[in-house]
T-cell receptor, first 112, second 113 residues
Framework: KQEVTQIPAALSVPEGENLVLNCSFT??????LQWFRQDPGKGLTSLLL?????REQTSGRLNASLDKSSGRSTLYIAASQPGDSATYLC???????????FGGGTRLMVKP | DVKVTQSSRYLVKRTGEKVFLECVQD?????MFWYRQDPGLGLRLIYF???????EKGDIPEGYSVSREKKERFSLILESASTNQTSMYLC????????????FGPGTRLTVL
């Protein structure tokens, strides 16, 4: 059964820092990996989707990489801002079907 | 933009009540999903549907049922609500083919007293 782990569980950084959030998964037979953002009490906002054949995806200050063979993905946030404060979740879609398996999330706080 | 809406943001019900949570998407997506999110347990899939009148159990279907009578609408039903069903409920949708993004609604915070 696929397991997804995100480290660290919480992170606090000063504004302007570049930071990396980590996601690891146990079964490399994935179709894609998706990064989400969740603000307190709200739903999930899709940030980036990486297909299994891709190595990375970029959107603005966000860059997500995927190393399927080692079971790892990273989300890089450049020049962090207080508005980036949220919980970031990664989720993998297995080859077998349409169900996502989620990590526990990293709670990020960017201090002004 | 994809829009997934949920009927209520907050809901308070009593033990034993029948509860309906509604989800509507406007992008003609075939797949629709219901998750619950709890502190320390993360997001867990309850049920999903890949077509009208079709449903598949997720990881935690016990105590829940679903209905999909129209493509755009997916309902989650708690036949007899219990306190351990107090949770945040999230609906999502995606196109049928694997590899497509899931888009989420704003969530319904359900409290069962």
């Amino acid at each position: 059964k696929q397991e997804v782990t995100q480290i660290p569980a919480a992170l606090s950084v000063p504004e302007g820092e570049n930071l990396v959030l980590n996601c690891s998964f146990t079964d490399s037979a994935i179709y894609n990996l998706q990064w989400f953002r969740q603000d307190p009490g709200k739903g999930l906002t899709s940030l980036l989707l990486i297909q299994s054949s891709q190595r990375e995806q970029t959107s603005g200050r966000l860059n997500a990489s995927l190393d399927k063979s080692s079971g790892r993905s990273t989300l890089y946030i450049a020049a962090s801002q207080p508005g980036d404060s949220a919980t970031y979740l990664c989720a993998v879609l297995g080859n077998a079907g349409n169900m996502l398996t989620f990590g526990g999330g990293t709670r990020l706080m960017v201090k002004p | 933009d994809v829009k997934v809406t949920q009927s209520s943001r907050y809901l308070v019900k009593r033990t034993g009540e029948k509860v309906f949570l509604e989800c509507v998407q406007d992008m003609d997506h075939e797949n629709m999903f219901w998750y619950r999110q709890d502190p320390g347990l993360g997001l867990r899939l309850i049920y999903f549907s890949y077509d009208v009148k079709m449903k598949e159990k997720g990881d935690i279907p016990e105590g829940y049922s679903v209905s999909r009578e129209k493509k755009e609408r997916f309902s989650l039903i708690l036949e007899s609500a219990s306190t351990n069903q107090t949770s945040m409920y999230l609906c999502a949708s995606s196109f049928l083919l694997g590899g497509n993004e899931q888009f989420f609604g704003p969530g319904t915070r359900l409290t069962v007293l």
